[in-house]
């Protein structure tokens, strides 16, 4: 994933959003080959090799997918838009869930079938995508192909409706004028970038790092103590995916109306606020039977947290605070960023969990 986010903005420069889309899809469709042959072969590398080269496509996409949704969009509705990016990978982890059960693809027997079927969204992709146009600000102001940008306007927002947006894409063509496409270190040297760079590199590193990850780690110790049968456990967790997926689309209705900054700084201060709230339950399990399902419901408020702000609003706000010639380089840093954040927890946390039991044994 970080390899990817770091290739994926030079991607979207040389050979354009949509065509870098396209082009990810090889990767997807080449790693959901070698890990279904990883089974019936028993050569254990294919599937280290298929998952690299999934999350190789997992990292330009999310890099180059919200880029070219924000770009394509109109001004008015550029927030939803680019919430689509959210939508679907909350909708994608739920549906994970779901055809990971026992009664689907669950089975030991299957597991080769439910890593191959992420060739299923690649293949749509490969007959849908070419029936759109490419992003008409990369044509006009990154290739200046003033003929095939008006097509493209045509074609996104008809005849009638694209006069506005392309007065719009004039106007920061001519600030553009004779500057190429940034590279990262570029971006990180140029002064006038410093708080939009700061803003994306917060942002995106406490997208991870907001404990979201170990609220997951917890969820079926949450479970088991209040009481659910571990055979049920896997149908409840269906629920955490539900509320991120549900909280995903409601902040998709609500971008526009309260703002960006309204939904990040509301969706951290309930995220602090059920953070305590668990850890206090947490540490009274014993104290009553009605405890460990407090518990549950901080989890289940946790994740409809994050979704509703941090989650969903953060991976848009690359696109509107960089202008054109910026936005790639971007991406770049905070798509890096954010992968190497969750690189870090996936790497320390379990560390960080046995040395803090190692010490509540001792004390």
């Given at each position: 994933g970080f390899i990817g986010a770091s290739i994926g903005g030079a991607l979207a420069i040389r050979v354009g959003r949509k065509g870098s889309l396209l082009v990810n899809n090889v990767f997807a469709l080449l790693a959901s080959l070698?890990?279904?042959?990883s089974y019936p072969t028993g050569v254990f590398e294919l599937l280290i090799i298929g998952r690299f080269l999934i999350g190789l496509n997992a990292g330009i996409g999310i890099c180059v997918q919200p880029l070219y949704l924000g770009e394509i969009a109109p001004?008015?509705?550029?927030?939803?838009m680019a919430m689509g990016t959210s939508v679907f990978i909350t909708g994608g982890i739920l549906m994970g869930q779901v055809i990971g059960l026992k009664e689907l693809l669950g089975g030991e027997e299957y597991w080769p079938i439910l890593l191959s079927t992420s060739c299923i969204p690649a293949v749509l992709q490969l007959l849908i995508l070419p029936w759109f146009p490419e992003s008409p600000r990369y044509l006009l102001i990154d290739k200046g192909d003033d003929l095939?940008?008006?097509?493209?306007?045509?074609k996104l927002h008809g005849p009638d409706d694209c006069h506005a947006e392309r007065e719009d894409m004039e106007k920061e063509r001519v600030t553009a004028l004779g500057t190429k496409a940034k590279k990262p270190w570029e971006v990180v040297m140029d002064r006038s970038l410093r708080w939009q760079l700061i803003s994306v590199i917060i942002l995106n590193s406490a997208q991870q790092?907001?404990?979201?990850?170990?609220?997951?780690?917890?969820?079926?110790?949450?479970?088991?103590?209040?009481?659910?049968?571990?055979?049920?456990?896997?149908?409840?967790?269906?629920?955490t995916g539900a509320c991120e997926c549900l909280t995903a689309l409601t902040c998709g209705i609500l971008i526009e109306s309260l703002g960006r900054r309204v939904l990040i700084i509301g969706g951290y201060s309930l995220m602090t606020l059920?953070?305590?709230?668990?850890?206090?339950?947490?540490?009274?399990?014993?104290?009553s039977p009605w405890v460990p399902y407090l518990s549950m419901v901080c989890v289940f408020c946790f994740i409809l947290s994050f979704g509703l702000g941090p989650g969903g609003v953060t991976n848009i706000l690359t696109t509107e605070l960089f202008t054109q010639t910026a936005r790639p380089a971007g991406y770049i840093i905070g798509g890096s960023v954010n992968w190497l954040s969750f690189f870090l927890i996936g790497m320390i946390f379990p560390f960080i969990v046995v040395c803090f039991f190692a010490l509540f044994l001792f004390t």
């Open positions: 070698l890990m279904g042959l001004r008015s509705l550029r927030g939803v095939e940008c008006k097509k493209a306007l045509k790092l907001n404990g979201i990850n170990a609220i997951y780690f917890y969820a079926n110790y949450i479970f088991t103590r209040a009481g659910i049968p571990e055979p049920r456990i896997p149908y409840v967790t269906i629920g059920w953070c305590v709230c668990l850890t206090l339950t947490l540490s009274f399990q014993d104290a």
